[in-house]
C-alpha cells in the first residue's frame, strides 16, 4: 500500500510561483516513477510532469515545459513540483501520482493522493 499526501498549494497571482510537495509512505519510493496531474473544473485531467528512478528522466506537459521543474529524494520520500510563471490558466487541482510498473509515464498511475487546490489570480 501507498500513501500520497500533497501539500504547499494556495492563491497567488499570475507570474508568481508556488512549490508542491508530496510525501509517500507505507512502502518502498525510490522505484516508482512519480508524476503530476491536473484537472481544472470541467476538463478532464491533464499530465504535467513525472520523474524516473533517476533524475536524468524527468517528462513535461507541453503546457508547462519550461515553467515547472519536478524533483524528487528518494531519502525522505518526497517529490516536489515548483511551478514559476504562473498563468491563470494553471488554476486546477493538482495531484500527486505513483507508477509502481515500468514503462508509460503519462498514465497508468497505480496511486493517487488527494490533491491540493492551486489558483492563480490576475
Known amino acids: 500500500q501507498v500513501q500520497l499526501v500533497e501539500s504547499g498549494g494556495g492563491l497567488v497571482q499570475a507570474g508568481g510561483s508556488l512549490r508542491l510537495s508530496c510525501a509517500a509512505s507505507g512502502r518502498t519510493f525510490s522505484s516508482y516513477t512519480m508524476g503530476w496531474f491536473r484537472q481544472a473544473p470541467g476538463k478532464e485531467r491533464e499530465f504535467v510532469a513525472a520523474?524516473?528512478?533517476?533524475?536524468?528522466?524527468?517528462f513535461y506537459g507541453d503546457s508547462v515545459k519550461g515553467r515547472f521543474t519536478i524533483s524528487r529524494d528518494n531519502a525522505k520520500n518526497t517529490v516536489w513540483l515548483q511551478m514559476n510563471s504562473l498563468k491563470p490558466e494553471d488554476t486546477a487541482v493538482y495531484y500527486c501520482?505513483?507508477?509502481?510498473?515500468?514503462?508509460?509515464?503519462?498514465?497508468?498511475?497505480?496511486?493517487w493522493g488527494q490533491g491540493t487546490q492551486v489558483t492563480v489570480s490576475s
Open positions: 520523474i524516473k528512478w533517476s533524475e536524468s528522466f524527468t
Open positions: 501520482a505513483a507508477n509502481e510498473n515500468p514503462g508509460a509515464v503519462r498514465s497508468g498511475y497505480d496511486y
